[in-house]
Each structure stands twice: as structure tokens, then as C-alpha cells.
């Protein structure tokens, strides 16, 4: 008889949230204890009737109260706001606990998670960007593991696998380039809305897709990565491989160079957390390198798209400067698609509200709050105008 393993689920009406529900139904030993999301009251409310958790919350507290009122006849607790969060995260039946929730408010349900001696699956970047220091701090002394979800930092998880006696000397992380890529800032001067969302070979969520166009998510992979890997900033690489048939690499001391190959399908980093050390079946596509013919590979544009090149500068200086970059970004991007800014004026405003901050190093959880808070505050301000 196969052992359950129980996980609860942070974010689980996003694009990750549900593709790991998939990932349940495809296995009969994984069992939904609690699911997390922000105000999608009619897809929780399916999800709570198909896999019964314990716990469901929404961060909404009026959508909480209606899916309270639509699920009164199951046994499923509903909570609301951080507090319900965090008491996901803290589920004692969970055995991992898998954050997919966009932004900040991932930070404070994976620390009480981690507290609670839960496992990570990690599809939150904001946490490890903006509070690496805390986390992995935490992770070590609970004696927890930090396994990636994204595509790229699994890739280099998966990498680095057989291999913990020997030294890293770079870490290689791709990178499709986004639709824009080889635009000159000219051509991007009137990029719309509807460009930005049509990614090349990913499906993901809004916010994703247009940090993925403009190169600002390949820089918090770089910060995230730092934190997951115990490497330097200098020690990562960012390499454009448009076919995305490449998901990372990691070259060692003696010029080799280990790469996880595989078709764009999120479901396979997914998997490969959730049974971690265990590799499991899973349908879908395989790679075909006849029909393939050729991978590429080029030098990401920091000109065209600087977003990457800042985001390296704050992981560099680091302290509280990444949480800037990040809430500067996650302000400018709302922004855009609110139809307020134009696509080239989100990494002038990242720009700005890094040069206006004053970095505190080593920040508590309350003053990267506070950094996120003050950013925002800026950028709504109209001064960096």
C-alpha cells in the first residue's frame, strides 16, 4: 500500500494552484488537506466539493462569507485574510505545503509554515527575493527543505542532484527572451496590453507573462536563485534560449555542463517537488529532437529590456533594495494593465523608486513590509515624474 502524502495548496485557483490540482488527480496517493486562494469564490467552491480539504481560505473576507454560504453542507472550515493563510500553512496533517499565492503576502504563510516543520514546494519568488535571508535561515535550523517549482530553478535543482560533494562554478539560467525579444526601444515604445500577455511558450498568469516580456522575472529568478543555490549574484548566468526546451543549467569546476531538457509543461516541476526524491509518470508531450532540429541560444538584451539589469544591481546590493525592485515592479505592472502607464515606463519607475530608498541590511519581516509599503507609496505619489 502506497504512502499518502497529504499537501495543502497556497494560491490554488492561479495558474499553478490548479495545475497542481491536476497533478492530484493524475496520482492517487496525494491528498488535498487545505487550499488557499484570493477571492475566486466559484472555482474554490468546485475545488472544495472535488477534493474535500479540511481548511479552505479566501483572502477576501466577503468572498470567504459566500463561500461559506455555498459550502455549508460540507464539513470544509473557511477562513479569510492573513490569519486564514497562516493557519493553512500551519495545517498539521499537511506534510508540505506548496506557495503559489502572487506576491508579498506569500512571505508571513511560508515562515509559519516552515515553523511548523512543514516542506516547502516553492512558486513564489517574492519570498526568497525579498526574505531569503530569513527563510533559508529558518529552513536550516527546522531542518525543512525548499524544494523549486519554477520551471527554471527546478531545472537546476534536478541538475545539481548527485552532486552535492562537488563546487558549483556557475549557474546557467535560461531564458525564452519573451515576445519582444530582438525589438529595439523604438518598436516597443507602443507595445500594448494584449501584446504583452502572448507569451511565445509558456501559459501563465497576467502579472507572469508581462514580468516575462519585459525580463524583470528572469531577475528575480537570479534573486530567488542566489538564495535557493548558496551562490553569488556573480555566479549566475542568464542565457536566452528561445525554444525554452532548455530549462537551466549548472557548469562545474571541471567545464561540465549539466541541463535539464523537456517540453514547457509546468505540471513536471510540479511533480517533481511534490514526490521529490521520486521521479513518477506523467502524460503529456515528450521531447521530440527530430522534429526540434535546433536549440539556440543568445545574450539577453539589458538595453532594450533593463529590467533584468536592475534587478541584478538590488540582488547585488541586496538588504532591503530587492523588496523595492520587486514592489516597484508589481506597482508598475498593475499599472500597465490597468492601461495607466505605457510598457516602457515600468522599468523607469523600478529605476526610480530604487534610487529614491534607502537600503536597511538585514531587514525583519517588518521592514521589508514597510520597503514594499514605501515604494508603492512613492510611485503613487507622482514625485518620480
Known sequence: MSFIKNIGILGSTGSIGTQTLEVVRNNGDLRVVCLAAGKNVTLMEQQVREFHPLLAVLFD??????????????????????EGLIEAAREPSADIILTAVVGMIGIRPTIAAIEAGKDIALANKETLVCAGHIITKLAAEKGVKILPVDSEHSAIFQSLQGESMNPVHKILLTCSGGPFRGKTRDELKN???????????WAMGRKITIDSSTLANKGLEVMEAKWLFGVEIDDIQVVVQPQSVIHSMVEYEDGAVIAQLGTPDMKLPIQYALYYPERRFLPGDRLDFAKLA??????????NFPALRLAVS????????????????????????????????????IREAMEHHTVKDDPTVEEILEAEKEAGEFLASGKWE
Open 191 to 201: 507595445i500594448r496590453v494584449e501584446d504583452a500577455l502572448k507569451h511565445p511558450n
Open 314 to 349: 538590488a540582488g547585488k546590493r541586496g538588504g532591503s533594495l530587492p523588496t523595492v525592485f520587486n514592489s516597484a515592479n508589481e506597482y508598475a505592472v498593475a499599472q500597465f494593465l490597468d492601461r495607466k502607464i505605457s510598457y516602457l515606463t515600468i522599468p523607469e519607475m
Open 294 to 303: 535546433k536549440i539556440t541560444f543568445e545574450d539577453p538584451d539589458t538595453e
Open 61 to 82: 473576507e466577503k468572498a470567504a462569507e459566500e463561500l461559506k454560504t455555498r459550502i455549508a453542507d460540507t464539513d470544509t472550515k473557511v477562513l479569510s485574510g492573513m
